[in-house]
């Protein structure tokens, strides 16, 4: 995939810094050793430093200076979000997510934040919660950037929805009409892409385009589709610093509303007493009524003339291997797929799948899927309903395993699986 030639299609209000002040080398401080007025300055100076090493491409340097702004300055969102721009464009995404979790924590109406969150998440693979966070914060979020993140977390259809409806405003430009293409390329109207892309474009470089989206709607890991659009290489994230996290209050109330909750909250004795209650109640000694059973008899029912025990039992027995049989839920039928990694040939990826199983249960029953590429092999299930393949890579990713949904995209059953063979019944 060619991430220089997609960088160019970032997303409007991705924005990776802003304007600060200042100068001095970083370093966390403390309140306890500064002044809050000193802690202030030295808190633009590094986030000044952070942004010059992100104009000169010196991510890591970006880091450490946002990291030492936002340790002095915790609750200044625009600090935050430099950070989250630094953790951006070194493609550690979780660190993002962290980030501008913190800056909508603190600036509930920041719009660019709000999209980079969804930007991190869909890198991460939480498609799901992505598409229901750009649901929240549509109001704050431009179509033009929300259809194609919501295309990217595995809605296209909901993407080219969204972006249609913008590209027929008034002041639609040519990245609404762009974006609108590569929403429709990834969810397969290749035709109609190449003729919006064709808008704003000469033929030539807009057949060159589709050709660079071909490649980009059939990505191999959760991360490679925004990665490509950012111009960045995903890698192994260790996470914000713990120290770095939003400590936040909670809300002052009035003191009326702090004895009215008090009156109606039971004391802790009181709910630690209940268990005792319950017990001497169910003892000899209590007071109250009493409930008593009446001694135990068995009724015997005569069986039906001409039926014998051991075949309505065994009636039984059917009959109950086939309704349990029946209440399996059995996955929908769909052209979605989940995932599972690339591998460098066949084999590995057989090994992977064996070792998938045996992590998730679940995929006992499935047929694995795959695709050979010349550098690797890809690894996957399919035939789902959307939600169904959602609710399969959720369970997958809670026993500790990774994956992502997407559509199909040439996935064949794969290559180690032998063919079903057909016996014909005796006559």
Not at 48 to 75: F, H, R, S
Not at 183 to 188: D, F, K
């Amino acid at each position: 995939m060619n991430k220089r030639a997609l960088a160019g299609l970032s997303l409007s209000a991705l924005m990776l810094g802003g304007t600060m002040v200042g100068c001095a080398q970083g370093g966390i401080s403390t309140a306890s050793t500064r002044s809050d007025a000193a802690l202030a300055k030295h808190a633009a100076r590094n986030a000044e430093k952070a942004n010059e090493a992100l104009a000169k491409g010196d991510t890591a340097k970006a880091i450490g200076y946002a990291e030492a702004a936002v340790a002095g300055a915790p609750t200044n969102a625009d600090y935050r979000a430099l950070l989250g721009g630094a953790y951006l464009k070194a493609g550690r995404f979780t660190s993002a997510h962290a980030a501008y979790a913190d800056v909508l924590s603190l600036s509930p109406e920041n719009g660019k934040a709000a999209l980079n969150l969804a930007l991190a998440m869909i890198a991460e693979g939480q498609w799901d919660e992505a598409r229901s966070h750009l649901e929240d914060h549509a109001a704050i979020v431009p179509a033009s950037d929300r259809g194609l993140a919501i295309a990217l977390a595995g809605d296209p259809a909901g993407g080219v929805e969204v972006l249609t409806a913008a590209a027929r405003t008034p002041g639609a430009d040519a990245k609404t009409r762009q974006n609108l293409a590569l929403a429709l390329a990834l969810a397969g109207r290749w035709a109609e892409s190449r003729q919006i892309a064709g808008i704003d474009m000469a033929p030539t470089d807009a057949d060159a385009r589709v050709m660079q989206w071909a490649s980009f709607a059939k990505p191999v890991g959760a991360a490679d589709q925004v990665s490509a659009l950012l111009g960045v290489t995903p890698v192994k994230d260790p996470g914000q610093p713990v120290a770095l996290a939003l400590k936040t209050p909670a809300p002052a109330s009035n003191p009326a509303e702090q004895v009215m909750l008090a009156e109606a909250t039971p004391a802790p004795e009181a709910q630690e007493a209940a268990p005792v209650a319950v017990a001497a109640a169910e003892g000899d000694a209590g007071s109250g009524p009493r409930v008593v059973f009446a001694a135990r008899r068995e009724v015997v029912q005569a069986l039906p003339q001409g039926a014998s025990r051991p075949q309505r039992v065994m009636a039984a027995a059917r009959e109950v291997k086939l309704a349990s049989a029946d209440t399996v839920a059995k996955p929908k039928s769909g052209s979605w797929f989940v995932q599972l990694g690339a591998y460098d040939s066949a084999a590995v990826a057989k090994d992977a799948w064996d070792r998938a199983q045996q992590r998730y249960p679940a995929f006992a029953g499935e047929t694995p899927t795959g695709m050979a590429f010349k550098s690797f092999y890809r690894l996957s299930i399919g035939g789902f309903s959307r939600g169904d393949a959602n609710a399969m890579c959720r369970g997958y990713r809670a026993k500790g395993g990774a994956c992502f949904v997407r559509t199909g995209a040439g996935d064949q059953t794969a290559s180690w699986v032998k063919p079903a063979k057909v016996q014909m019944a005796g006559r």
